[in-house]
């Protein structure tokens, strides 16, 4: 590592992000399917020209404010994978007439107001919710798919680009295989979709991306964790612990022997408050992995962040590596959740010591 | 409400927070002590401004930035309540030459590393450890506290404060009666420790500062999130509801009658993923109140966000407000864990219209 951290620091290996995108894009082009990656996960532009931009069909993001953002950059289609927030009519309309704006719709009623209200063309996907009971309609709804198809079609503010599916409930596996027997039967039903309505299906969890080789009927891909991975993503079957690209650097500020535990300064505005379980009971919020100057190794059996507060976090760890590590020495954990933790943490810093840029960066006061 | 949204905004009423804080002045003023409340909570140098300095010996801090921030509007006498990180000491020593910076003490050896590296006095405080295993020398290790005492004393470069204490557990309670019960002994021991080293005593946690009337033998009180509360703070029994003084608004983008559930532009990234649970089960993010044109009103029973993803948020709700209310109608939410939420915004709107600012602000790209 070529810099000294003194604060709580989001570390990020280059290499591994390269490696994590080349082998997701092997895939793509295995399948013949078209890529958007999303780019909610790191909302970097630098990590954006990571990408071939020939290689892919567009991105995909969380907010409108995203799609702002990196159309700044040059991209020219963007998915804001997002039901349509009209209230928000003025900047759709407004990106809209620059690039390729795409957004999901999941009622007919919006559609009326779109159509009132767009003064340009906007690409629409219906959403569609394969289970997870978060957003879209349901896959066995065909009525109202049917309904909310032609009432696309009837429009001449939105053009279809098909459906746009997140099968989000597969967070909840906790192995391979339990991914792909939640994913099989949402890749059935979706391309059975395909077929019913003669429209192309967009998908994009990472843990069924991640571990699927099989996607029927599926045209597009646009997941997004899978550039970094994090801890959870490791339970969930999704990636190798030594796949995860980011992790967090904080300095050893006390010790408490009596406990075996660390005080790091590093806490929930830094990591996020997203958890893992202990054998499905106790939260932890951190796997703590070796450090070899300042790239991370193996993730250590039994030290982990057991709580955080504000600014405050609390290793828990063996005896070896409480006699082992010294106040001001770095500890290096794994995020539960880098979505988030990226988020909050507002930069980078590669493991070869150049700063990386995120879209919530703050502002120096 | 004067303004519009069309996405997640965390509203303040500033009526509640300058509420807020005269009750705690009385009850600081009623038993003689000083004040020096935790600015982690709003992090904004306008609200900070609400206080009135006469009143205050100092303020309090949860780290270096912020004690840098506010310094910059002029506050004089800052203590940073968490033990100090020796990495930090050029910024520390630059910060030390203009104002009374405090700061936290556990161990002797950071007294010698202090001793060898200030260019400046800086005050400490040695911090107790009151039984919530955070931070601090255990309050009855009386031999450590005596060794620390003696080496901060023999050192040119401390000015000893004190002892610090932060009794974290308390957010454990769930009735006014448990956190004096839990209290109680806390405030009994510290008084103690007071008599014991003839050393004053700084005590700061939100519920213990809400519900106790008797404060012993301690001198200085510095709660933070009392300026605002939050929903969990009314189940802890630190307050009630119409004491919170901020609460999210969020546009409604979807309606799921199945289920009745409304689809929220808000999630991860706006709330924290802080939670309460449900009857001791199931997690869920924040309490639906009255939308009084943007004042909020009561808590709604049955109405709350039950989960949220990095930008979603599903409201579960009542048959009467799920009919009640339509997409783009905004449902105002009151937060887990006012301290996060705000952290995450970045700035507020007040009820009558008016930006106020956060440390956190997001840069605008």
């Not at 810093?349 to 006061?365: A, N, P, W």
Request: a negative charge; hydrophobic letters at 35%.
């Amino acid at each position: 590592m070529n810099f000294k951290i003194s604060s709580p620091t989001l570390l990020l290996d280059k290499q591994k992000v390269l490696n994590n995108i080349q082998k997701m894009l092997l895939k793509v082009e295995k399948n013949g399917l078209k890529f958007r990656p999303h780019f909610k996960t790191h909302q970097s532009v630098q990590i954006g020209r990571w990408f071939d931009r020939t290689q892919l069909d567009g991105i995909t993001v969380s907010s409108l404010k995203m799609a702002e953002f990196f159309s700044k950059d040059g991209w020219q289609s963007i998915t804001v994978a997002f039901p349509m927030n009209i209230l928000e009519i003025d900047r759709v309309n407004n990106l809209a007439s620059s690039i390729d704006l795409r957004t999901l719709i999941v009622d007919v009623n919006t559609v009326n107001k779109l159509d009132a209200k767009l003064t340009t063309v906007v690409g629409v996907y219906i959403e569609i919710d394969p289970g997870y009971g978060r957003s879209g309609i349901h896959f066995d709804d065909k009525t109202s798919i049917e309904s909310l198809k032609e009432a696309i079609q009837s429009s001449k503010k939105l053009e279809l680009h098909g459906f746009y599916c997140h099968a989000g409930h597969s967070y909840q596996s906790r192995s391979i295989e339990e991914i792909r027997a939640l994913a099989k039967p949402i890749i059935e039903q979706l391309s059975n979709l395909k077929v019913a309505f003669d429209l192309p299906v967009c998908f994009g969890d990472t843990p069924s991306c991640s571990v699927l080789e099989d996607f029927g009927e599926i045209e597009e891909l646009s997941p997004g964790n899978f550039v970094f991975y994090d801890w959870i993503q490791t339970h969930i079957g999704s990636c190798t612990p030594d796949q995860i690209a980011v992790a967090m650097a904080c300095p050893v500020v006390a010790k408490y022997e009596s406990r075996n535990e660390l005080l790091i300064h590093g806490g929930a505005v830094h990591f996020s408050k997203d958890f893992d379980l202990h054998q499905g009971s106790s939260h932890y919020f951190g796997q703590v992995a070796e450090n070899n100057g300042g790239i991370w190794g193996d993730p250590m059996k039994d030290c982990y962040l057991k709580s955080i507060s504000q600014e405050h976090g609390i290793i828990k760890c063996t005896d070896e590596f409480f006699q082992q590590t010294k106040i001001s020495d770095s500890v290096i954990i794994l995020p539960i959740h880098s979505c988030l933790t990226a988020d909050l943490m507002g930069q980078y810093f590669t493991t070869d010591g150049v700063t990386i840029d995120h879209l919530s960066e703050k502002m120096i006061k």
